[in-house]
């Protein structure tokens, strides 16, 4: 069965760099045809999508992230991951990682991280 | 860009009433549209695809419908377990846009 989950630092200062990493188990990530996503939910609040990648490192990220977004794939780990750059206290938030629903499942595929809360402090 | 608007931000109800729920998109999304509950601690959990078809183990009182721009989630009577926050969600490209959520209280 396929899973995800997140690790990284919980606390990060302002100005520096958020790094996140998902761990995917029940599937290769060299060879698999699912995307792969970070979504972020700051506490209280919506859910925000930040970024896509494909198995082969096409990124899509969101307009507002852009400048400071960099996402990658390890397939030797069977990882992808997050960079944020230049945080701030609004980058605060539950950081998941997922699978987008798409035509490769149907648009029905539902697979989520549990989260890793993220808080920029100094 | 497309814009999900839900509404109402919040809805307060009795266990057994049933609950009706819109997304509207700035622009037509065709079907393509999700519905997600979320409840407190937990990652969102995928309820309808494809505008009107329940993803899998979902129960019959969830429904959806809609098409182009205006979409409705009803929950037909609701069970304790339902009070949560549903997000609506379009995917295009690869981009992701989530609606910012409407919660179900109990009232």
């Known amino acids: 069965q396929l899973q995800l989950q997140e690790s990284g630092p919980g606390l990060v200062k302002p100005s520096e760099t958020l790094s996140l990493t998902c761990t995917v188990s029940g599937d290769s990530i060299s060879s698999s045809r699912y995307y792969w996503a970070w979504i972020r939910q700051p506490p209280g609040k919506g859910l925000e999508w930040i970024g896509t990648i494909s198995s082969r490192g096409s990124t899509y990220y969101s307009p507002s992230l852009k400048s400071r977004v960099t996402m990658s794939v390890d397939t030797s780990k069977n990882q992808f991951s997050l960079k944020l750059n230049s945080v701030t206290a609004t980058d605060t938030a539950l950081y998941y990682c997922a699978i987008p629903p798409a035509d490769y499942c149907n648009n029905r595929c539902d697979y989520w991280g549990h989260g890793t809360l993220v808080t920029v402090s100094s | 860009e497309i814009v999900l608007t839900q509404s109402p931000a919040t809805l307060s109800l009795s266990p057994g009433e049933r609950a009706t729920l819109s997304c509207r998109a700035s622009?037509?999304?065709?079907?393509?549209l999700a519905w997600y509950q979320q409840k407190p601690g937990q990652a969102p959990r995928l309820l309808i695809y494809d505008a009107s078809y329940r993803a899998t183990g979902i129960p019959a009182r969830f429904s959806g419908s809609g098409s182009g721009t205006d979409f409705t989630l009803i929950i037909s009577s609701l069970e304790a377990e339902d009070f949560a926050v549903y997000y609506c969600?379009?995917?295009?490209?690869?981009?992701?846009?989530f609606g910012q959520g409407t919660k179900v209280e109990i009232k």
């Open positions: 622009q037509s999304v065709g079907r393509y």
């Open positions: 969600q379009h995917r295009y490209n690869w981009v992701w846009e």
